[in-house]
């Protein structure tokens, strides 16, 4: 089993919808959580980071972490076609090597106009 | 520059071809990743380097592989007689401090075709 687990997908949805991306880990250590969107063929954009528990708001995004159950989300609110992309969960801890973040393996989403 | 930039940004070598990817981190950045993503899935870690110094190479897959940051700023990953499963999108990365606090900028990576 993998540190963190992530559904590929696609996620296809309406334009407009509310989408909900999760992650779920095993190794109680993360304490970071971060988001990125990579578009094709670009690397990884940083969307959000959040640190240890709660939410976190900034736009159409919100992230939440619960780590009592090790799981994260991120929503995104009035999808737009220009969301459309793959979403990486990536966390990590602090001290020694754990300040190299995990990824998720991404969620393909598709919003169609 | 603006932001990390990657060189090529397309290789193709023939199997058994030795090859090698430049990346050239923001200014002033002193922490630099490599990471290889196979299709479908997401980075893993390669290697780290703080400045000059190669922190963490516990990601490279064999020792054909191998990574060097001379002055830290420019990097370079190279791979020797290429195998066709390291066919991937190489990934570099950096930040502006040590510690996942601060935040990673990639470039857009170069995609390797062992053929």
């Known amino acids: 089993q993998k540190e963190v687990e992530q559904d590929p997908g696609p996620l296809s949805v309406p334009e407009g919808a509310i989408v909900s991306l999760n992650c779920t880990y095993s190794?109680?250590?993360?304490?970071?959580f971060m988001w990125y969107r990579q578009y094709s063929r670009k690397g990884p954009e940083l969307l959000m980071y959040?640190?240890?528990?709660g939410n976190k708001e900034d736009g159409r995004f919100t992230a939440q972490v619960d780590k009592s159950s090790k799981y994260i989300s991120l929503f995104i609110r009035d999808s737009q076609p220009s969301d459309s992309a793959t979403y990486l969960c990536?966390?990590?801890?602090?001290?020694?090597?754990?300040?190299?973040?995990?990824f998720g393996r991404g969620t393909s989403l598709i919003v169609h106009p | 520059g603006a932001g990390v930039s990657q060189s090529p940004r397309y290789k193709v070598a023939k199997r058994g071809q030795d090859v090698a990817l430049r990346c050239d981190p923001i200014?002033?950045?002193?922490?630099l990743f490599w990471y290889q993503q196979a299709l479908g899935q997401g980075p893993e870690f390669l290697t780290y380097?703080?400045?000059?110094?190669?922190?963490?190479k516990s990601g490279l897959p064999s020792d054909r592989f191998f990574a060097e940051r001379p002055e830290g700023s420019v990097s370079t990953l190279k791979i020797q007689r290429t195998q066709q499963e390291d066919s991937a999108v190489y990934l570099c990365?950096?930040?502006?401090?040590?510690?996942?606090?601060?935040?990673?900028?990639f470039g857009s990576g170069t995609r390797l075709t062992v053929v």
């Open positions: 990365a950096s930040s502006r401090g040590e510690g996942i606090s601060y935040g990673y900028t």
């Open positions: 190794n109680s250590a993360f304490q970071y």
């Open positions: 959040t640190y240890s528990s």
């Open positions: 990536a966390m990590g801890g602090v001290g020694g090597g754990s300040y190299i973040p995990t």
């Open positions: 200014s002033g950045h002193v922490s």
């Open positions: 380097f703080q400045n000059e110094a190669q922190l963490d």
